[in-house]
């Protein structure tokens, strides 16, 4: 029986949010390689989840019966995930694409080590279009790029972002970015604007 509030159960939220997580990354979450090695075969075995390999990548990603107890569990949690044409749901082959997961699920994984909220049932909504106040002892949070664009046509001139999302401190406001082992390609004026519109939006 899978049970939350296990590193099991972790792993399945983690691959859910992201759409796809590194295999690489495994030693993170789990301070045992025979340990992970033994949770990667039970959720096979549980037909949860699903390895990826392609282009020397290689990700586990969930099945239908994965997604399904995910939603049962936590449907405000997950819903939007699984749903529709995002990338979370239809993900893409492309290398850049899923490169792109990895470096959310990455990022996702650092926070929950410190444990910051990222999961969106866990913080106020400040970017939907009913937006929840926030105070000081509801942060630090992330909230993702994805939510950020939840606002709709306002932001348009920061689609282009590369941005992963934003960290919400008591006395500042980080934009987040995962360049992995590389230098990050991108537009100067997308990242300039990416902060006026925050400046202006919080």
């Known amino acids: 029986m ?3 509030n296990t590193q099991k159960y972790q792993l399945l939220e983690l691959i ?8 690489d990354q495994l030693n993170r979450l789990f301070s045992s ?12 075995t549980d037909k949860l989840i699903r390895t990826h390999y392609k282009d020397k990548l290689r990700g586990y990603r969930l099945t239908k019966r994965g997604k399904e107890i995910l939603l049962s569990n936590h449907p405000a949690r997950f819903q939007c995930f699984f749903t ?3 990338e979370t749901n239809h993900i893409r082959s492309e290398v850049s694409r899923r490169l792109r997961l ?8 650092t926070f929950s080590h410190v444990r910051i909220p990222f999961y969106y049932d866990e913080k106020p909504q400040i970017f939907s279009l009913e937006r929840e106040d926030i105070g000081l002892q509801s942060l630090p949070c992330f909230y993702s790029s994805r939510e950020i664009k939840e606002l709709g046509e306002v932001t348009l001139k920061i689609k282009s972002s590369r941005s992963l999302g934003i960290l919400l401190a008591q006395h500042c406001v980080y934009a987040v970015y995962n360049t992995g082992s590389s230098i990050l ?3 100067h004026k997308t990242e300039i604007k990416l902060n006026a519109f925050l400046q202006h939006s919080l």
């Open 2 to 4: 899978l049970r939350p």
């Open 16 to 23: 859910g949010i992201s759409g796809e997580f590194p295999a």
């Open 33 to 44: 390689p025979s340990y992970a090695e033994k949770v990667i075969t039970e959720l096979k």
């Open 84 to 86: 529709g044409s995002t």
């Open 102 to 109: 990895h470096q959310k699920a990455q990022t996702y994984l």
């Open 185 to 187: 390609k991108w537009e």
